[in-house]
């Protein structure tokens, strides 16, 4: 049992670890707050004083400002959905036995490991391309003619590259709650002659319900700030402006750093939004 004393010198030997991380959480936001009321132009002048919510009313109102939260959402959601569905149903498959089937998992999951900026590049120049790209000899084989994908499908590629890099998360961490599943429960059900469909729906799904929800909330919190694979692409043209990437537009093509700054306080609320919901629900599932 854990004295008083003992507890004091696990606290002061936390303590360096705790001001460090806090440090480092709080400064960049509290510098960002502070620029977020100045007008600060780095090649026009520098800081050119106080204008209060100048910058905020200045960014909500901008005509790009709600297109961008609404393929900020999309986005999300649209990543969400694939790699929840083809999460399960991966994780299923690979919770078969089969031949190599460690080597089988080691591919299904190496994708998440591959850095965005590279990913998008694959997909961009092997995939995507119009002209030498797979999916453009695929369709001349057939006889259709090859579609612009980062152009005419501009948001949907965008979904399908990030949703490829985050799949093998999904499946990894389903695939640990499918293992733990307890057999006999299947079994039983499957001498009283529950079909496949069913044992899926009744004893499955409820026990993926926590791993799911640990999913959409780490998933969804990396998902509002996709930056690289925009950038490598579309660059923000198409429809494919997000918020993260309206941000960078204004301070680094605009040099308002100010702007700038105004937008990332608005990419906190609207991420601590929904942050808060999807807490909501995993607790809900968790206390289930």
């Known amino acids: 049992m854990a004295t008083q004393h003992s507890r004091s010198a696990a606290r002061l030997m936390m303590a360096p670890a705790v001001i460090l991380l806090l440090g480092w959480m709080l400064v960049p936001l509290v ?11 780095p090649l026009r002048g520098g800081d050119m004083g106080f204008v209060g919510l100048e910058n905020y009313i200045r960014f909500v109102t901008s005509s790009a400002f709600w297109p ?12 969400l959905l694939i790699t929840t569905i083809f999460g399960i149903l991966l994780a299923l498959l690979l919770d078969q036995p089969m031949w190599g089937q460690g080597i089988v998992r080691i591919l299904v999951i190496a994708p998440f490991f591959v850095m965005p900026t590279v990913t998008a590049l694959v997909w961009k120049n092997m995939f995507m391309d119009p002209v030498n790209g797979l999916f453009a000899h695929i369709w001349k084989f057939f006889g259709a003619q090859p579609v612009e ?20 998360f999904a499946t990894l961490i389903l695939l640990t709650a499918i293992q733990s599943l307890d057999s006999e429960q299947l079994e039983a059900a499957e001498m009283d002659g529950a079909p496949p469909l069913k044992r899926f729906a009744y004893i499955i799904l409820p026990h993926l319900s926590r ?9 969804t ?8 694979e925009i950038f490598v692409t579309t660059q923000g043209s198409f429809g494919t ?7 960078y537009q204004r301070v680094l093509e605009s040099q308002n750093v100010g702007l700038g700054s105004a937008g990332g306080i608005y990419a906190v609320i609207l991420a601590n939004i929904v942050a808060i919901f999807l807490m909501r629900i995993v607790g809900k599932n968790l206390d289930a």
């Open 31 to 41: 510098m960002t707050l502070w620029f977020s009321f100045r007008e600060y132009l």
């Open 68 to 79: 961008s939260v609404q393929t900020t959402l999309v986005l999300v959601g649209g990543v």
């Open 149 to 168: 994908w980062l152009s005419q499908w501009s948001l949907f590629s965008i979904i399908i590259i990030v949703a490829w890099q985050w799949l093998p």
């Open 241 to 247: 402006r997000t918020l993260t990437y309206l941000i």
């Open 211 to 219: 791993a799911l929800t640990v999913v959409v909330l780490i998933q």
């Open 221 to 228: 919190i990396f998902l509002l700030s996709i930056f690289a």
